[in-house]
């Protein structure tokens, strides 16, 4: 895995992509907090036996973090009197969940590696970890980030992008990130699990466009069963699954649910549903073949996941995720246990998760690939669509 990723970084950078090749690193914690992977990987596996749709929703919080200002963690900065929070801008109300998982990931670290790890470094592992439990890819992550002292809730109005955005909206949304059209259609792969609030998309069912009219790329059968979930005079805002085929997966099958029409979110269905568009052959490519569409996948995280990171002296490491330190420095820090307590934690730890490290171990294994067939992916790549 370390050879993949270094193969990856090295190919991004010679591309001209946006990653900071000599900031991150993939072995970034493992003197200071050599458990860092398997404490995170823990507390998201506790969550995900009884919410197994939390994956999903840690991979939708580094998206939606590293959109506005850059992988900074600043989405998970709460409301102060110097910080407008992210989470009220109106792509995120009623879209991000998982903020009390992070939250307790970060107190699990904390006691594990005092003042170490980034939240933004926790989002990051943590996309990774959503993808292993749900079946997908398993990547090394490039770590080294460091936390925002601002949000911007405006900047995350304008650059994350609207469920009901046209082709032409997305790919202007992704080129401002320095991600390109095969970078959309990979990371819209990610909507293979999850759900969506019925307000995101009844104007497909009942008013597309101002039509008075539904959406005519959506296949009227899956029509009349999203209309029997979200009536138009509902007065809850219910949930629909992303992928009605496999919700709780990680798999290609939400790119065949494209192909019959069947995409819950119009911005979605317009990777396939746009005539002449040359997200078409996208679609069709990781929909014949899912192994494609993984390694896609892990090229464009590890892009995204390097957007305009803070690094070395840059930001701070916050000491709880949702405040920055000024604000927590009043609060008792889970870093002043005593030290026997520390050492039994420590020993808790290791007995808690030296079997987990091999079950991911395995999974890690079976993902693994070398490094001539990452080249070869970069190729191919090339040759799926010009951009």
Known sequence: MGCMCMVVVAVLCALGFPVSCADLST????ITCPLLYSVVYGVINNAHLTDPLI???LMRLHFHDCFVQGCDASVLLNDSATIESEQGAIPNINSIRGLDVVNNIKTAVENSCPETVSCADILAI?????SVLGGGPSWSVLLGRRDSLTANRSLANLNLPAPSSTLDQLKQSFAVQGLNTTDLVALSGAHTFGQ???????????NFNDTESPDPTLNSTYMATLSEMCPLD???DNLANLDLTTPDEFDNKYYSNLQNHNGLLQSDQELFSTSGADTIHLVNTFSSDQSVFFDNFVVSMTKMGSISVLTGN???IRLQCNLVNEDSSALVGVASKDPKEMMNLWELLLFVFSD????VEVERRENRKNCSSLLRL?????SIVHV
């Open 314 to 316: 840059e930001g701070e």
């Open 378 to 382: 970069e190729v191919r790549r090339k």
């Open 234 to 236: 509902a007065t809850e």
């Open 356 to 359: 987990m490290q091999g079950q």
């Open 196 to 206: 969506a609030h019925c307000s995101l998309f009844t104007n497909r069912l009942y």
């Open 55 to 57: 994956g999903a929703s």
């Open 27 to 30: 072995t970034y914690y493992d």
């Open 126 to 130: 943590a996309a990774e970890v959503g």
